[in-house]
Every structure is written in C-alpha cells, then in structure tokens.
C-alpha cells in the first residue's frame, strides 16, 4: 500500500520559514516532488527531486525554497524561506511517475501553509 504522510505546515509571518517533511512508503521508483493548490485555482508544481537528487523548482519558489531528501528513509523535505502571502496553499507531496515534472504518480493528502 502506497503511502505519502505530510507534516510541518502551519501559519507563519512574511518572510518566515517552515519545513514540509513528507514521509512515502509502498512504491520503490523514487521521485518525490511538492505541488500546491489555492482554492478554485489548479495544482501548480513547486519542485521534485528525483533518486539521483536532481531537482527542480518552479520560478516562484527558486531562490527561496530548497527540496531535499533522505533516501535511507524515504522522505523528503522542503524548506521555505522568505515566505510571501502568495505561498499561502495547501501543499501536496506526490511521489513514484518520472522527474523532473511528473513526480506525481502517489499523493499525500496535503499540508496547509498559511503566510500572513
């Protein structure tokens, strides 16, 4: 059985941090990667990381997130720095498909993240 298993959102101030840690089990293909969702907009890819920790990160995030990984445990992290209200989202992790854009064969169930 595939799992996903989010943790570490929460509500911050502008330009604060947070780290989303993702935890995956049950598929052996590794690519993990963060999606994020507003409200009545679509998913929007925030970066993968791919077994060979090749990553990827959308224009809006680079500079300011960072995705890693811990392949002895199968998870993954993101690190946000400089949050603006725009990162406001609920964030996916997804893992299992193909890197460096289609790290999203599995889905967590999500982690809100509040900016204010």
């Known amino acids: 059985q595939v799992q996903l298993v989010e943790s570490g959102g929460g509500s911050v101030q502008t330009d604060g941090s947070l780290r989303l840690s993702c935890a995956a089990s049950?598929?052996?293909?590794?690519?993990m990667g963060w999606f994020r969702q507003v409200p009545g907009h679509g998913c929007e890819l925030v970066s993968t990381i791919s077994g060979d920790s090749s990553t990827f990160y959308s224009d809006s995030v680079k500079g300011r997130f960072t995705i890693s990984h811990d392949k002895s445990k199968n998870t993954a992290y993101l690190q946000m720095n400089d949050l603006k209200p725009e990162d406001t989202a609920m964030y996916y992790c997804?893992?299992?498909?193909?890197?460096?854009?289609?790290?999203?064969?599995?889905w967590g169930q999500g982690t809100q993240v509040t900016v204010s």
């Open positions: 997804a893992g299992g498909g193909f890197p460096p854009l289609f790290c999203d064969e599995y």
């Open positions: 049950g598929y052996s293909r590794h690519c």
